[in-house]
């Protein structure tokens, strides 16, 4: 499995059997938007962790380039299926085997509106399995107890989680979680993207390495193989 962080909270991975793009944000991304080639963008899916522009600013741009299937809570997934697109919904707690792997949506503490204030359900992540891997991405939350459901049933090899603070957990609250779901390989997202979630790289890796811990921290276009 090949991740690749293309800015803010979007990824894109490359399992053996599919492309799947999680939370695009690239055009309004000043970071990103000259460094990933948004037109060349194919995956088969689109996963959604939940509303909030930052996450879903270009799904529809690359929804209809790629013909790709909208993954997200029942909704995110009504709403792009009434504008045409080809969806699966899920819910918190559910899990379904698609071709690439399973994959689980569950709890995050965070909001999900969209940008005009329509209602976007509750906010999540994913637990993805494929090619023998798990990673977890937690999408935009706070520290929370349910993190410590996840290793209940899932040995992880990654944990991507916010690390910007201030709309999310942030460092000292991302080492704990690291802790809840048992794994101590961490790709951390959603920060330096805006003011409010700038971040100090070097102290940030510091800390988790203090807690026995590995931060990863890729530059856009950047990737991490599992
Ligand atoms: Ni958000
Ligand atoms: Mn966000």
Not at 2 to 25: C, M
Not at 123 to 134: T, Y
Not at 186 to 201: A, E
Request: charged residues 20%; glycine residues 8%; aromatic residues 10%.
């Amino acid at each position: 499995m090949n991740i690749t962080f293309l800015g803010h909270a979007t990824l894109l991975i490359k399992t053996k059997k599919a492309t799947l793009l999680i939370d695009p944000f690239i055009s309004g991304n000043e970071l990103a938007k000259d460094k990933v080639a948004m037109a060349d963008l194919r995956p088969d899916y689109i996963f959604i962790t939940h509303a909030h522009q930052d996450h879903v600013l270009d799904v529809e741009t690359i929804a209809k380039q790629s013909n790709a299937t909208i993954v997200s809570n029942f909704e995110i997934a009504t709403h792009y299926e009434n504008k045409g697109f080809k969806v699966h919904p899920m819910n918190h707690g559910g899990r379904w085997n698609f071709n690439f792997g399973s994959l689980k949506y569950v709890n995050a503490i965070h909001t999900s509106s969209f940008a005009d204030g329509s209602y976007g359900g509750q906010p999540g992540g994913f637990v993805l399995s494929a090619d023998n891997k798990h990673i977890y991405i937690a999408g935009d939350t706070a520290l929370h107890m349910d993190m410590q459901l996840i290793p209940l049933t899932y040995t992880l090899d990654l944990a991507i989680l916010p690390i910007g603070d201030n709309f999310t957990m942030g460092i000292d609250d991302a080492i704990i979680a690291s802790d809840f779901v048992r794994c101590d390989a961490i790709l951390g997202y959603h920060y330096d993207t805006f003011g409010y979630i700038k971040i100090d790289h070097k102290e940030a890796k510091e800390k988790f390495l203090e807690a026995d811990k590995k931060l990863h921290l890729l530059e856009i276009g950047k990737s991490i193989v599992l």
